[in-house]
Structure formats: C-alpha cells, structure tokens
C-alpha cells in the first residue's frame, strides 16, 4: 500500500496564534489561554461563556481509561506534534503517513461563533499562523484556511487569500452571516472556489445548531447519544447544497464532508433520491439530476475508523465513490478520536477485502487528486 495522505488533521493552536498575528484593533480580546480554576490551560475567547481545555484536543493514541486525566492538561503536557511542524513530521514517519490537510481546532470551535467580525479577525490571524507552521514542512503539512463568510464579498477576499497563501482548500463556518448557502447571491463565491480549484471543506461541529457546545449534549437518554448526533450537522449542510441546486448550476464545485464517516452514505443516496421521486417536493425546480448523482460528482467523504465504509458496493464497488475518488481516509491526528498509533492496523483489518488499487485510492490517491496535493 502507498504511504498515507490524512485528508482530516488538525493542530492544536499554540498560545500565540490569535494574539501574535491578529489585526491590533482585536489584540486586547483575542482568544488566549488562561489558567481555568482548577489550574488548566484554557482558551478564553470573548463572547463564549465557557473556555475551551486543551487536554483532549491533543487525545491522540491515550487509552480511554487515562483520557479523563488528559482532561487536566496543560499546553506544556500536549505532544508537540500538535503544533510544532518538526515533531508532526516525526509522528507521520510513525505511520508511513507522507502528507496531512491540516484543520483547525480551537478554530472549529469558534465557527459558531456569533459575532462575525470578530470571527473574521480570529479566522484571518489563524490562517497566517498557519501559514507559517505549513512551511516548516510544505510538502508534508497542507493547510486549509478558514472564513467567516461575513459577507460574499469577505469570502471571495479569503479565498483569494487563502491561494495567495499556499492553502489548498477552505475550512467553511457552517452557517453564513446572511441567507444560506444555497442563496443566489453565493453563486459569485461558488465560482471563486472553482476558479481557484479550492474545495469547500466543512467539518463536523461547525454549525449553529450543531456546534460543541450542543452537539455532545444528548437530547433524550444516555450522553453517548449526544455523540450519535454530530454527524447530523454536515448532513443539514449537504441538504442545502444539494437540493438548493448549488451543484446544479456549479458542476465542478468541489464539497469535503470532513469525520462524519462515510458507512451511512449509501443509505442517504438512497432517500434523498427518494424524497425527489416520491414526495412531490417540487425540486424539478432547482436540479436535473437525482440528488444522489451531485452527491457522487461533488461530495467528498473523509473517516477514521468506519468498517462500515468498505461493506457496500455503492462505495467500493465497481464505478463506487472510492474508484472515483471521493472516499478519502483521515487519522483525525491528534484529536481523540484518532486511530493514530493504530493506523495502518485499522486499516489493514478494515480494508482486507479491497484490491490494492482500492486501498491505494483510498488512503493516497483520492485525497492527492482532490487537493493537487505535491507528494510522490
């Protein structure tokens, strides 16, 4: 099997990413850490009541019984690789991993952030320090910028940034400032990111109504139920571009779907085709096709751990989403739910099954393909 491209990373942003690089007017309430009253390193960000630990961002590889201590750490006790780009390569080698995209952390969290200027600001002072831990291994670590989507025109300037920058693709707010995505008025927006060939990349907990700070919160029973639940924020976001006809009049639009897993795929094909056929929901309207179709051509799909993902011929059989190119694994590195230093040993009890040219479409092509990425 070829060496592996993550298509879902993260950093874990270090103290000086907000304050350091953000526009002096935002210096004084730019997120930072303070030590929380148990003594633990706390992001503090204006405008969210409770600050955000550290400690299971950078959950990677510790066994389940220990995570609750991890819960106490602070940004001392993080692995390095969570944010030095020397020690992150060391933990590629680890895993014959030749490449990452490179998401944000304490940056996912402030997409539901409710002020959008000051959102912007955060967004814009991250993607700079981003830039620099990218080009401590630019051929290894590829980032994806953030916008706050303020405005069309905002995010048009974000995403030419974002090229100017190096940036292989957009981490997207899931909830714009005005409207919704699938709004006339973001078509300019949606041609910016196919002129650019910058994929729109949304993640889960990004969205207003499935952020952190709900998303986990069950809403009957257990609280593992609250964790059956954060898929459904991606999913509400597909829903609008695929029955608002977003890809309909954007064909080329590249859409990441970054740890939502991808087993349930086929199953969601399957009953938005059916809500077209069957309901009369009049989306004769808006698209030509059937939904499931856009979701072949424009939808990519990254997971970690999903046996499911290689179980249905939809997405890995002949003409399937994985030989076409849009299943794409992730090792979700150094977040808690990482398979890392597991990796290849998921992947090689998951993937037994697959042909070779499947695996290697999976973990390296697919992904390479996508973001343009430079690796060998």
């Known amino acids: 099997m070829k060496p592996m491209i993550s298509a879902d990373s993260h950093?874990?942003?270090?103290?000086?990413?907000?304050?350091?690089?953000?526009?002096?007017?935002?210096?004084?309430?730019a997120p930072h850490i303070e030590k929380n009253k148990h003594g633990v390193d706390t992001f503090v960000i204006e405008g969210v009541k409770h600050g955000l630990p550290l400690g299971l961002l950078?959950?990677?590889?510790?066994?389940?019984?220990?995570?609750?201590a991890q819960r106490s750490a602070n940004f001392a006790d993080l692995a390095r690789g969570?944010?030095?780009?020397?020690?992150?390569?060391?933990?590629?080698?680890?895993?014959?991993?030749c490449g990452e995209i490179i998401y944000a952390s304490v940056g996912m969290v402030m997409c539901s952030h409710p002020d959008f200027a000051y959102k912007s600001a955060c967004f814009q002072a991250y993607n700079r320090w981003l830039q620099t831990f990218c080009a401590g291994a630019p051929r290894r670590l590829f980032g994806l910028a953030q916008t706050a989507v303020a405005s069309v025109d905002e995010a048009i300037a974000d995403f030419r940034r974002a090229k100017e920058m190096g940036m292989v693709g957009m981490m997207m707010t899931g909830n714009?400032?005005?409207?919704?995505?699938?709004?006339?008025?973001?078509?300019?927006?949606?041609?910016?990111a196919v002129d650019l060939d910058l994929p729109i990349c949304f993640h889960i907990l990004t969205s207003s109504d499935h952020?952190?700070?709900?998303?986990?919160?069950?809403?009957?029973?257990?609280?593992?139920?609250?964790?059956?639940?954060?898929?459904?924020?991606?999913?509400?976001?597909m829903g609008v571009f695929l029955f608002g006809g977003v890809f309909e009049r954007h064909p080329k639009l590249k859409?990441?779907?970054?740890?939502?897993?991808?087993?349930?795929?086929?199953?969601?094909?399957?009953?938005?085709?059916?809500?077209?056929?069957?309901?009369?929901?009049?989306l004769e309207r808006f698209i030509s096709k059937k939904p499931s179709t856009y979701v072949a051509?424009?939808?990519?799909?990254?997971?970690?751990?999903?046996?499911?993902?290689?179980?249905?011929?939809?997405?890995?059989?002949?003409?399937?989403?994985?030989?076409?190119?849009?299943?794409?694994?992730?090792?979700?590195?150094?977040?808690?739910?990482?398979?890392y230093p597991r990796s290849l040993d998921v992947l090689n009890r998951q993937m037994a099954r697959l042909t070779e040219t499947q695996r290697n479409a999976i973990v390296h092509d697919n992904v390479k393909q996508l973001f343009n990425l430079p690796v060998d």
């Open 82 to 97: 969570s944010w030095d780009p020397k020690s992150r390569i060391a933990i590629q080698d680890e895993e014959n991993v």
């Open 297 to 339: 051509n424009n939808i990519w799909f990254t997971f970690q751990d999903d046996a499911t993902a290689y179980q249905t011929e939809v997405l890995v059989g002949d003409k399937a989403l994985a030989d076409s190119g849009h299943l794409i694994w992730a090792s979700d590195y150094p977040h808690t739910d990482s398979t």
């Open 211 to 237: 952020g952190v700070e709900t998303a986990f919160k069950a809403e009957r029973g257990h609280a593992a139920n609250g964790f059956m639940n954060i898929i459904r924020g991606v999913q509400n976001v």
């Open 11 to 29: 950093i874990v942003e270090p103290p000086n990413c907000y304050v350091d690089f953000i526009e002096p007017k935002y210096r004084a309430t």
């Open 58 to 68: 950078a959950g990677a590889g510790i066994p389940p019984a220990q995570l609750r």
């Open 255 to 282: 859409m990441v779907v970054a740890e939502g897993d991808a087993g349930w795929v086929p199953h969601y094909m399957y009953r938005a085709d059916h809500a077209a056929e069957r309901l009369g929901t009049g």
């Open 176 to 192: 714009p400032q005005h409207e919704d995505y699938d709004h006339p008025d973001y078509d300019a927006l949606w041609q910016c």
